[in-house]
């Protein structure tokens, strides 16, 4: 049972460590893609996202349809939720992410790479989420989810598809298909995307971490006795975990998501030392540092109301074709939009 405990953590550590690398180097981050489309007019970030979500969704629905993991044991996949909750989790998160000018795992990202902004985003990030799952706000996220939750008769879309008549296997390969196959042609259908090598492999490379976190969690991990969690690529309860760690870990057992969360960190820092892209820098004023402490508390509640981040719930999430992963990136979309955009946009800071 040890061993297991340990393979599973060993995997967290290489795939964060594999994660950390490659989101410093391509930029991988939904916030800068959205942000570069929308303003810039350029599109290839976004389109590395959609790649990214394509061959997840393809290759997680490939191990579960293959009986390799059984993601109905994922928190996404539960038989009840919130849809209102969830939805009002990501608002918050997708507003936070503007003011902090990133989602968690970008800040760790750029921590490694010696900005102390992201120090400050990532420890006030998880401690509103721990406060939000266990602490002072957890009592009226849980009267909120008790008041708004559902049991519906299908929670994914293979199991919506399956009402019409058709096997589950079917459904889900046809739905996944479907999915997958619009966001690659999406991300392809753009000629400087189709020269941008870097932007490709980058894509491809962060869909498979996620399909190999379910694999190390879902199949490394299945012990019948002491299973681990079946879960991926996330960052809102894992940066909450870590900073618990942290301060008890007397008290406390690693597992898959603390150690991505120190390999992000530690894939970041050397390959941002071995590049030369190092160098510390700082908040321009004080009123940059409050609004990235605000955008990161919401980003912290946020994302514990709605299971998930930019990443947990836009990727991992959606790799499960969960219909609640689908409301809560809703409301991540849709917070992020009004952050970039319309009355509530977030002003750009004045130089001090």
């Known amino acids: 049972m040890q061993s297991v405990a340990n393979i599973v953590v060993a995997s967290g550590l290489l795939i964060g460590l594999a994660y950390g690398a490659v989101a410093l180097l391509s930029g991988f981050c939904l916030l800068s893609g959205l942000r570069g489309w929308w303003a810039d007019g ?66 760790l990202v750029l921590l490694g790479r010696g900005n102390l902004r992201s120090f400050v985003v990532v420890i006030v990030l998880g401690i509103a989420a721990q406060m939000t799952l266990k602490g002072l706000i957890a009592p009226g996220r849980l009267a909120a989810l008790q008041a708004t939750q559902s049991a519906p008769a299908v929670i994914s879309l293979p199991a919506l598809l399956s009402t019409f008549g058709l096997s589950e296997t079917f459904a889900r390969m046809l739905a996944a298909s479907a999915i997958s196959g619009a966001l690659i042609i999406f991300a392809f259908a ?50 909450a975990d870590s900073v618990q760690y942290v301060m008890l870990s007397t008290g406390l057992t690693l597992n898959f998501g603390i150690a991505m969360v120190a390999g992000v960190f530690a894939g970041s820092l050397l390959t941002a030392l071995v590049t030369r892209r190092f160098q510390w820098e700082g908040f321009s004023s004080p009123r940059h540092m409050l609004r990235s402490i605000g955008g990161a508390a919401l980003m912290g509640a946020g994302g514990a109301m709605a299971y998930g981040c930019s990443i947990g719930q836009g990727l991992t999430g959606l790799s499960t074709l969960a219909l609640a992963s689908f409301v809560a990136v809703g409301g991540i979309l849709l917070g992020t939009a009004a952050g970039l955009r319309g009355v509530l946009r977030v002003q750009p800071l004045v130089p001090a």
Request: charged residues 10%; glycine residues 14%.
């Open 190 to 239: 753009h000629a400087p995307f189709q020269r941008a090598w870097g932007q490709i492999a980058a894509g491809l490379a962060v869909g498979l971490l996620v399909t190999s976190g379910w694999f190390a969690t879902g199949y490394l991990g299945a012990d019948e006795f002491s299973p681990a969690a079946v879960t991926s690529l996330t960052f809102i309860a894992p940066i």
């Open 42 to 107: 350029d599109s290839r970030l976004i389109r590395t996202y959609a790649l990214a979500l394509g061959v997840a969704i393809a290759a997680a629905q490939l191990l579960a349809a293959g009986g390799v993991v059984d993601l109905g044991k994922t928190i996404y996949l539960q038989p009840s939720f919130s849809a209102p909750l969830m939805f009002f989790g990501g608002l918050l998160f997708g507003y936070g992410m503007v003011l902090s000018n990133g989602c968690g795992s970008r800040a």
